[in-house]
């Protein structure tokens, strides 16, 4: 049994609640890249939002990511170290935390 989750309901479950670590252009960004994720995998994913909160976080800027990992030296790196989906018309990224 599957339910198809649309782009509103994505973002109120990322952004509506307690638990929030995403702006609604952050949430939008990550929909976006999910539903990207999945045509090039050709196989449907899972929504758990626990699990996308636990994995994926946002931060403000580039110097923000950095400030947090010291493995990390610039945009570049950490797009070698692991997903980096920028949101548009901002400084803001999301990444899929390591």
């Known amino acids: 049994m599957k339910q198809t989750i649309t782009e509103s309901y994505f973002i109120d479950q990322l952004v509506g609640d307690e638990y929030n670590n995403m702006s609604y252009e952050g949430a939008k960004a990550l929909f976006n890249w999910f539903e990207e994720f999945e045509s090039d ?14 994995e994926f976080a946002e ?38 935390q390591f």
């Open 41 to 54: 995998l050709g196989e449907e994913q899972e929504f758990d939002k626990v699990s996308i909160r636990c």
């Open 59 to 96: 931060y403000d800027s580039i110097a923000d990511v950095l400030s947090e990992y010291d493995s990390i030296d610039s945009l570049e790196d950490l797009r070698d170290n692991t997903t980096v989906i920028e949101v548009p018309d901002s400084e803001k990224l999301i990444i899929q």
